[in-house]
């Protein structure tokens, strides 16, 4: 397992995909290194790649909503990707590319141990859960696996191109902070 300071180099000097020479920044993540909940979404856009921070954008704003609605405050909840540069047009990642980038999420998460990890969206679920599951068939479930507390969603930008979604997402992230108040109890 890299320091923190390892896995920025690392990331930084990665070029193990295409995606490393099309990038502007690298986008490794944001929030307290040391929180009981991580919330992980697909790639960065172009606002992430801009500023090199997850979640900046649009659906970065939607959720940044959410999660103060709810609240959970900023220093429970880190917010990474499974790839670490933005795919070209924002395609999603190719499962090449998610593949060389999945040791460096497995490196954060050890790092960070969370209690809860949040999959937003079908590309994290799919890399974190199972390969073959469906966002609409397995959402708002809890899975619990190596010691973690796993809750697939909706990624926030699905909720900005279908507004039905909201409602299910706000339910799937009461269910997370009510886990979380539990777990953070113990």
Known sequence: MLSW?????RCTNCKLCSLGNTRKNIVIGRGNQKAPLMLIGEGPGEQEDLQGLPF???????????????PIRKGDYYIANIVKCRPPGNRVPLEEEAEKCLPFLRNQVSL????IIVCLGATAM???????????QI????VERKGFWIMPTFHPAALLRDESKKVLMWEDFKKVKQKLEELCQK
């Open 126 to 136: 799919k890399y974190i859960i199972d390969r073959n599951a469906k966002i609409t």
């Open 5 to 9: 300071e390892e896995l920025i180099v």
């Open 56 to 70: 900046v954008g649009s659906a970065g704003k939607l959720l940044d909503l959410l999660l103060d609605a709810l």
């Open 139 to 142: 959402r708002g479930q809890w």
């Open 112 to 115: 960070i141990r969370p209690k």
